[in-house]
């Protein structure tokens, strides 16, 4: 799944002097778009207690996928004043009106979600009418945005970025009895206040505002979750959404590997020098022979190896010191922090190698696994350390990168979350060669170090030698 329909082709940018380090000229550095970039979104409208939330949680579980995620509007309506926020809490401040959301900012976060990147989405109290102070909600990476709310489909900004739109009928009373419910339970309110409110602002809105919505909507959907007929229909079409981005992901990424086919290797890409030591280590790592405990002692070996030769990756700065015979050196420092970021479930193998040469490592952790049936990969789970972006190096752990579809992805995540892209060097023990020329194409600035090159397509068969499944 990908953004557009030229998501992997040369980005167009004005040709600056010089030839990158794979060959080809600047004006020619190929893009590449995650399968996140250019998500779906389905927008949900109706009236308040409508059911308009229990659909989107039927559609999310009818779907069974980990990257759709529901997106309330009401997360984004404005602070109060202490004026306006006393009449809030007495039932007589319009919270209903298109004026009580701020649309502005919720078309800046659907545009950064759009564009692949990651947003920070507030967090609104409905007890302090406020949106609470350094407090937000990162989301990354969603495929499909459920966005729901009464105004959903009201502003044409947000309408133009919908690729379903949705409107949930439901009788009033069966409105006014949910919404008595709901504010009682969750937002702290009394069955009169909830009352006063309804025909004072609810129903008025409804009328002007809400209703309205019906005739920009792709479908109506009345009885809302009851409606299991609408909900096949929504998830059968998001499903085919997905295939449909998921086949051009699939297109694009191949074409990379026929456009880059001729490149020359990049000279960033760093591999172990051709010693005895490391073919010896490489004949018992291959030999199916070999037991598990010498695999996996070897293993660490070659690790600890390769973190070193990436440590040789590092800025450095000079640095004078004193000896123990009083003779001033003159040497170097390395400059600032360095991280890892580990791929799994592959690169918590190296974890063992990476400690015993820096102890103190942070480590950040990403799950990028491939589709048994498609082969694409996909983005599972992320947890990195929160000042990741300020670090002078970060290395990127993965044992094997044969086709450079989850190194992309890696590295893509990484780049999202403000690491400089000559910051980041990419660890792995066996790379293939058409792998490296599509990581080096889309990202000339990063720097690889690798201790073989294997096949494009050799199948990932480290990581289940070592942990023996």
Not at 351 to 367: A, F
């Amino acid at each position: 799944m990908a953004g557009g329909k030229e998501s992997i082709t040369a980005d167009g940018t004005a040709p600056a002097p010089g030839v990158v380090a794979n060959g080809t000229t600047e004006s020619h550095k190929f893009h590449y778009s995650p399968p996140w970039a250019d998500m779906s979104i389905i927008g949900i409208a109706g009236s308040s207690g409508s059911g308009k939330t229990s659909l989107a949680i039927e559609i999310v579980r009818s779907l069974d996928l980990p990257w759709v995620i529901i997106l309330s509007i009401d997360a984004f309506y404005k602070s109060l004043t202490p004026e306006q926020n006393a009449l809030a809490h007495a039932n007589e401040y319009d919270l209903d009106s298109p004026e009580s959301i701020d649309f502005d900012l919720l078309c800046e976060k659907l545009g950064e979600l759009k564009q692949g990147k990651k947003a920070e989405i507030p967090v609104y109290s409905f007890s302090q009418h406020q949106r609470l102070n350094n407090k937000t909600i990162s989301i990354y990476s969603p495929h499909v945005v459920i966005l729901e709310g009464i105004l959903a489909l009201n502003d044409p900004r947000v309408l133009a970025m919908l690729d379903m739109k949705i409107f949930v009928e439901a009788d009033a009373d069966v409105c006014l009895s949910r919404r008595i419910v709901r504010d009682v339970r969750e937002r702290g309110r009394t069955i009169e206040g909830t009352i006063k409110q309804w025909f004072a602002f609810v129903k008025p809105v409804f009328q002007k505002y809400v209703e309205p919505q019906r005739e920009v909507a792709d479908l109506i959907v009345p009885r809302g979750m009851q409606n299991k007929m609408a909900i096949a229909m929504i998830v059968n079409q998001t499903r085919q959404m997905l295939k449909d981005k998921s086949l051009r992901h699939q297109a694009e990424l191949e074409q990379l590997g026929e456009d880059v086919e001729s490149f020359e290797l990049s000279d960033k890409v760093n591999m172990l020098e051709d010693s005895r030591q490391i073919a010896g280590i490489a004949t018992i790592l291959r030999n199916m022979a070999t037991t598990d405990e010498d695999f996996i002692f070897y293993f660490n070996r070659l690790t600890a190896i390769l973190i070193g030769k990436a440590l040789d990756c590092r800025n450095y700065e000079a640095r004078k010191v004193v000896t123990p015979t009083k003779v001033a050196y003159n040497g170097i420092k390395a400059a600032g922090k360095v991280s890892a970021v580990v791929v799994l479930r592959g690169g918590s193998a190296m974890e063992t190698g990476l400690k015993r040469t820096i102890p103190d490592c942070q480590t950040s952790r990403l799950l990028i696994q491939s589709n048994l049936r498609t082969g694409e990969p996909e983005l599972h789970y992320l947890k990195l350390v929160p000042d990741l972006a300020e670090h002078e190096t970060v290395m990127l752990l993965d044992p094997q990168m044969p086709s450079g579809g989850a190194a992309l992805m890696a590295v893509k995540v990484l780049t999202d979350h403000g690491v400089a892209e000559d910051r980041i060097v990419f660890v792995t023990c066996l790379a293939g060669k058409r792998g490296l020329k599509r990581l080096m194409s889309v990202f000339p600035q990063i720097k690889v170090v690798a201790a073989g090159i294997v096949g494009d397509y050799e199948k990932r068969w480290m990581e289940d030698r070592y942990f023996g499944c």
